[in-house]
């Protein structure tokens, strides 16, 4: 018997358009992200994926629709909207653990609890031993590992992910993911992953929203049913891939 947090939906987005002068980039589009899900959105170059992620934070207004969160209209003064960018987005002044405690603080957390937190956040992701360095003396990896952590941190509503994993190479990416994924299952945070990277999407996700090019709306959508830790070289996975794949083509 499915329970509350497998069926209620956590997000709902109802005709989210956006339109810059006499140009559509987003047409219309709806759909739900449940509670504790982790959601993956894919799409041809220049659809129009971070417009979209934009629009979904706030921090661009749409032209039409509705955002809501719990059945509120998303407000960033009142839900915790958490969003990590392609490039790692560090405060070079702060040690890695105040980086990673800045959005509590930003909250009005107190000190005690944020410290608290912030520590446990660094311990599931292997960032306990450098807590009192800097980020000019951590890797790059380190630096987006730090932006996650301070993004879950927060406890969010809704945590965007704009392709954070973007730039490593392919074993680190992987180590990542599933540090990602392990974070997401211990927090049973809701997770709005877009990717450029189909196997990517299909790796980390319980279902695959694919976009199609401009004007933007949702062309299909995937439900990823795989065990985890997913194997790539499956053929239930490599089947998925490919169907994902070619729902992106639109040559």
């Not at 990517?200 to 199609?212: C, F, M, N, W």
């Not at 997913?230 to 794949?245: A, H, M």
Request: a negative charge.
């Amino acid at each position: 018997m499915p329970t509350d947090s497998q069926t209620r939906a956590k997000i709902v987005v109802n005709n989210l358009t956006k339109r810059f002068g006499d140009l559509t980039v987003l047409d219309g589009i709806n759909f739900t992200i449940k509670e504790g899900e982790l959601l993956a959105i894919v799409g041809p170059t220049g659809c129009g994926k971070t417009t979209f992620l934009n629009c979904i934070s706030k921090l661009m207004p749409a032209t039409e629709g509705d955002i809501l969160i719990d059945g509120e209209e998303a407000n960033p003064k009142k839900h915790n909207i958490s969003y990590v960018f392609q490039e790692p987005t560090c405060l070079p002044w702060r040690t890695v653990r105040e980086n990673v405690a800045y959005g509590m603080e930003i909250k009005g957390v107190p000190r005690e609890e944020r410290m608290e937190r912030a520590d446990k956040i660094m311990e599931l992701v292997g960032l306990k031993s450098c807590a009192d360095l800097y980020p000019n003396q951590v890797s790059a990896s380190m630096m987006q590992r730090i932006a996650v952590s301070r993004a879950f941190a927060v406890n969010p509503d809704l945590l965007l992910m704009d392709e954070p994993y973007g730039q490593l190479d392919v074993k680190l990416r992987f180590y990542l993911e599933d540090e990602l994924v392990k974070i997401w299952q211990k927090l049973n945070a809701t997770v709005l992953f877009v990717t450029h990277n189909v196997e990517e999407a299909v790796y980390i996700a319980e279902r695959v929203l694919i976009l199609s090019n401009k004007p933007t709306h949702i062309k299909a959508e995937i439900p990823i049913n795989l065990p985890r830790p997913r194997d790539t070289i499956s053929p239930e996975f490599v089947e998925l891939r490919k169907q994902v794949t070619e729902l992106i083509r639109w040559w």
